[in-house]
């Protein structure tokens, strides 16, 4: 990604774990030369509990991120990785994996 390029309401991934977590970039501010964002992240009570989870094992610190590098954040085309997501689920179920049309 680009720094010149804004994010503003784009769809980011990032990955936590063995988790992807998914949302919308709520803002965004240069630091030096980096440029960060805020993201409102759906569905995303397993980051929360392993937070709350440190915290408690770090004497009441908090190590919750609410701003992430553009470098750790991939944007997400949402009906392409729906569309994989569900080739898979069916291919799963049918044993096999091939490549589904207009996937690349």
Known sequence: MEDNVSLLGKVVCNIYGNDV???LVES???????????????????YVDSMEHLKKL????DYTRHMYRVDELKLVN????????RMLKSE?????????????
């Open 58 to 61: 770090r004497n009441g610190k």
């Open 92 to 104: 799963k179920v049918n044993g096999k994996l091939e490549k589904a049309d207009g996937v690349d």
């Open 28 to 46: 965004e501010e240069m630091k030096g030369k980096w440029k960060y964002c805020k993201v409102k992240w759906a569905d995303d009570q397993l």
């Open 21 to 23: 977590r998914y949302g």
């Open 78 to 85: 949402i009906d392409r990785q729906i569309k994989k997501l």
